[in-house]
């Protein structure tokens, strides 16, 4: 299962552009992109997530900290 925390060790997204892997003799197999696109935007969804979840923890850091500076 793909989530915040092990999305980044996915490389499926690196590679997607490479049409080769998707292609069966001189035609594109439209099943395999499909699903590999599904798969890259559950990973990308759960990367701007733990984005998002690591940027509100640094923010309410610096905030805890400045406050403990006045």
């Keep these: 299962k793909i989530n915040a925390n092990n999305s980044w060790i996915f490389a499926v997204i690196d590679y997607f552009h490479e049409m080769s ?6 035609s594109i197999n439209f099943q395999k992109a499909s699903c590999t696109l599904d798969g890259c935007v559950k990973i990308y969804i759960s990367r701007v997530d733990s984005v998002a979840t690591e940027t509100t923890k640094l923010l309410g850091g610096l ?5 403990m500076c006045l």
Excluded: I
């Design 63 to 67: 905030a805890t900290s400045s406050s």
């Design 21 to 26: 892997l998707l292609c069966e003799g001189d």
